[in-house]
């Protein structure tokens, strides 16, 4: 699915979306000749009302060059 702007949506897998993401980077990361992205987040700065978003424990996703990208368990 593309918006206005021409870029396409795509969902992130569930485990992408246990935590705040606070940072993020493109690079290849298994030397496929394509850009990976891994990202990195938690939050402890929440309210006291608020539980501590600190589940998360980084997040691979291996791109094809077209767009798409495939998940990488943590135990991989």
């Known amino acids: 699915?593309?918006?206005e702007s021409?870029?396409?949506i795509n969902k992130?897998?569930?485990?992408a979306q246990?935590?705040?993401i606070n940072a993020g980077?493109?690079?290849?990361?298994?030397?496929?000749?394509?850009l990976d992205f891994i990202s990195v987040g938690n939050n402890y700065a929440a309210e006291?009302?608020?539980?501590?978003?600190?589940?998360?424990?980084?997040?691979?996703?291996?791109?094809d060059g077209k767009g798409d990208f495939t998940f990488v368990r943590p135990n991989e």
């Open 48 to 63: 006291v009302e608020t539980v501590m978003y600190d589940v998360g424990v980084g997040v691979v996703l291996l791109g």
């Open 1 to 3: 699915m593309s918006d």
């Open 18 to 20: 246990v935590s705040p």
């Open 12 to 15: 992130l897998p569930s485990y």
């Open 25 to 34: 980077v493109a690079f290849g990361v298994n030397k496929d000749g394509n």
């Open 6 to 8: 021409g870029f396409r």
